[in-house]
């Protein structure tokens, strides 16, 4: 049986007090907490530290508000994909970079979901850490029951149903050389962007 989602005000507790949460998105649900509480993300999964979180945001003003950063005109052919299943992994060396992709601490993967009530939560918490809900190297669990049962201390946001996300990953494109590098093909086709 599935938990009863939680209030927003009830999450955003659980947040305050570096809890996970678990989120629809448009692609797959996901596992989110506040950066400064990434650690829990990497525990609950089981994951090595070599495999950096994202960074998801309600907007791209807001990434960029938290980063600290001014994108680059070229940017936009990507940015223009948000909301939207596209990642982009921007170079950034800050705080966030260290806690979220410790292992390199050189970029950071940011993302803007096409769900209203998951930008709705993060317009209210601000950014946050996040990763496909799954134990590592398992299938991405996809309806919310088995996201409870596989992380019982995991608080669900609601409403309930979720919509039914695209069960197809996000496309990962990369800013190297003044040029986006696609790093996993997804739901956005780059094929035609200028290299």
Do not use: C, Y
């Amino acid at each position: 049986m599935i938990p009863e989602p939680q209030s927003p005000d009830h999450l955003l507790h659980h947040l305050g007090a570096d809890g996970v949460i678990a989120m629809p998105t448009d692609t797959l649900p996901a596992l989110a907490a506040r950066p400064e509480a990434a650690g829990q993300l990497w525990q609950l999964k089981g994951r090595t530290l070599d495999k950096p979180l994202i960074l998801m945001g309600a907007d791209a003003a807001q990434l960029w508000q938290a980063l600290d950063i001014k994108p680059e005109a070229a940017w936009q052919q990507a940015i223009d994909h948000w909301p939207g299943a596209l990642t982009l992994v921007a170079p950034h060396g800050g705080p966030l970079a260290r806690r979220l992709n410790p292992a390199q601490p050189t970029s950071l993967g940011l993302r803007v979901p096409d769900h209203q009530a998951t930008q709705a939560l993060l317009r209210r918490s601000g950014p946050l850490a996040t990763t496909s809900a799954n134990r590592s190297s398992q299938p991405a669990l996809v309806d919310p029951d088995a996201i409870a049962g596989t992380f019982p201390q995991v608080l669900l946001a609601g409403p309930l149903p979720w919509s039914a996300p695209s069960g197809r990953a996000s496309t990962v494109v990369a800013w190297r050389s003044g040029r986006w590098i696609t790093l996993r093909e997804g739901a956005i086709q780059t094929a035609n962007w200028p290299s």
